[in-house]
């Protein structure tokens, strides 16, 4: 990635390799995890403090492609 060439036409192709390797979904998955993780611990405190991380963690989910 640190040699590829810059521009539309090669940030399209380094998209399809990344996708194709799985590292997409492997990161995807990553923060998958993390929010349930967040969301399972904030359970653990006020509801103030369970809400706001569910708030958060659903911002970040509608962020993902």
């Known amino acids: ?35 349930e993780s967040a969301r399972s611990l904030a359970r653990s405190f006020s509801n103030g403090v369970a809400a706001l991380v569910e708030d958060v963690a659903t911002e970040i989910e509608g962020r993902m492609p």
């Open 1 to 35: 990635m640190a040699l590829a060439h810059t521009g539309p036409f090669a940030v399209r192709r380094a998209r399809l390799e990344l996708e194709r390797s799985g590292a997409r979904d492997g990161v995807a998955k990553l923060v998958e995890q993390h929010l």
